[in-house]
């Protein structure tokens, strides 16, 4: 039977133009997912170039194990992409010519409902990418035993939602009669204590969601982390790509690699950041938020 893969990869041919300098070069997809924007870099270097895939995701990774098999040269590797020391290490490379990071989420974590990210999910309330036991807290946690303060600035930092108090009320309200067990509960809290206030066509637990699992996998921090450290892990004139999706994510990248820029480790590629076309997002509306940032190495 035929794999099926979720995921449509997004911006795959600008990625490729701006990423591979040379097919013989060493590139890494530090956010492999299920394997869409890898398979199209190994069409590229295969028979030449080398090909690391990395995750934290074990069980998405052995589809992404499936779905380049073909290929030659190609590795992978269990990891955050934040590591990238130790990818480099565990690699045995020093340095690579090209790194990938593509900051959205798989709509594997979305159809595959274990992982609690989908609102009619029934599967334990957790949302992390790794095992639940490699993170600070789970969402479980966070809904049912942080502060009304302390959710509403969670809800409003990450999630950007102006409703955030009112969630959050909402959410300590309910859990004085029973704790929150499932994704599907949690939209269903939420709906009931701001649905009517919520004029958007998004659900109105979409930005807490958001919020929640921005929090609980320390993305942000996870982003800043790798920053500080890749400039150590890419040749002269070797280049690193961003995908990112919201603004919170987008402005770390821009402002953190602009510090790398003036200090003289990197220089901008491109100006603006690049968009989908209008072709594009009609054909997969999850590219409509999508920019591409690219730095080369001094």
């Known amino acids: 039977m035929e794999e099926v893969f979720y995921h449509k990869p997004i911006l795959v041919k ?3 133009d701006y990423l591979i300098t040379k097919v013989d070069g060493v590139y890494v997809d ?11 870099i190994a069409k590229i270097i295969d028979g030449k170039g080398t090909l690391i895939c990395v995750d934290k995701d074990r069980d998405i990774l052995e589809r992404a194990k499936v779905r ?12 955050g992409f934040e590591n990238i020391d130790k990818i480099s290490v565990e690699s045995g490379i020093d340095k690579f010519d090209g790194i990938l990071i593509d900051l959205g989420v798989s709509m594997y974590h979305y159809v595959n409902k274990k992982k609690g990210f ?23 946690e966070v809904v049912n035993t942080f502060t009304k303060k302390d959710l509403t600035e969670i809800i409003f930092k990450y999630g950007e939602e102006p409703l955030a108090r009112k969630i959050a009320s909402a959410i300590v309200e309910y859990r004085k009669t029973k704790r929150i067990e499932t994704p599907k509960e949690l939209a269903e809290v939420i709906k009931r204590g701001v ?21 609980v ?26 995908l ?45 938020s999508a920019k591409l940032r690219v730095y080369e190495k001094v």
């Open 14 to 16: 600008e990625v490729l």
């Open 30 to 40: 530090c956010t492999c997912g299920e394997g869409g924007h890898s398979y199209e």
């Open 68 to 79: 380049l098999r073909e290929f030659g040269n190609v590795y992978f590797l269990n990891e």
């Open 118 to 140: 989908s609102f009619d999910s029934e599967a334990p309330l957790v949302m992390t990418y790794a095992k639940a036991d490699k993170v600070k807290y789970t969402a479980y």
């Open 195 to 215: 649905g009517k206030y919520y004029r958007s066509r998004i659900h109105p637990a979409t930005k807490t969601f958001m919020a929640i699992r921005i929090f």
């Open 217 to 242: 996998n320390e993305e942000y921090e996870v982003i800043e982390k790798f920053i500080s450290k890749v400039g150590n892990f890419l040749n002269s004139g070797g280049r690193v790509c961003f």
């Open 244 to 288: 990112t999706f919201h603004s919170g994510e987008d402005r770390i990248v821009k402002t953190k690699m602009r510090e790398l820029v003036k200090s003289g480790v990197f220089r901008m590629v491109n100006e603006k950041p690049i968009i989908p076309s209008k072709e594009e997002v009609r054909e997969n509306p999850a590219s409509r």
